[in-house]
């Protein structure tokens, strides 16, 4: 059984960064795609960035393209959203996912297991 666990969000300020962390439990974590959502107050969950399960192939969202970056430790059964030059339209509650597609989804519908979610604030 998957589970994933989300860590490292906090109150930041804008122009700063951070670095979200996504732990995986389970078996097989490197035949899975990582998927990286995000969820403002009223708005719906929304695709941020995924990465394949060899960390080969990467996709982001035009709203944080060159400003996050996605990575994974298969030896940690790890993936991580590195959040640079954050914004105020930032702030959001993140979720990472995990789904044995390939190439990794952009669409909710394609994962399975879910995370409880970390917020991230922006301050401006």
């Known amino acids: 059984q998957v589970q994933l666990v989300e860590s490292g969000g906090g109150l930041v300020q804008a122009g700063t960064s951070l670095r979200l962390a996504c732990q995986f439990s389970?078996?097989?974590?490197?035949?899975?795609?990582v998927g990286w959502f995000r969820q403002a107050p009223g708005k719906d969950r929304e695709f941020v960035s995924a990465i394949s399960g060899h960390g080969v192939t990467t996709y982001y969202s035009d709203s944080v393209k060159g400003r996050f970056t996605i990575s994974r430790d298969n030896a940690k059964k790890s993936a991580y959203l590195q959040i640079d030059s954050a914004k105020p339209e930032d702030t959001a509650t993140y979720y990472c996912?995990?789904?044995?597609?390939?190439?990794?989804?952009?669409?909710?519908?394609?994962?399975?297991?879910w995370g409880q979610g970390t917020q991230v604030t922006v301050s401006s």
């Open positions: 996912a995990s789904t044995p597609f390939y190439p990794p989804p952009r669409s909710r519908s394609s994962y399975e297991n």
């Open positions: 389970g078996d097989n974590f490197d035949f899975h795609s």
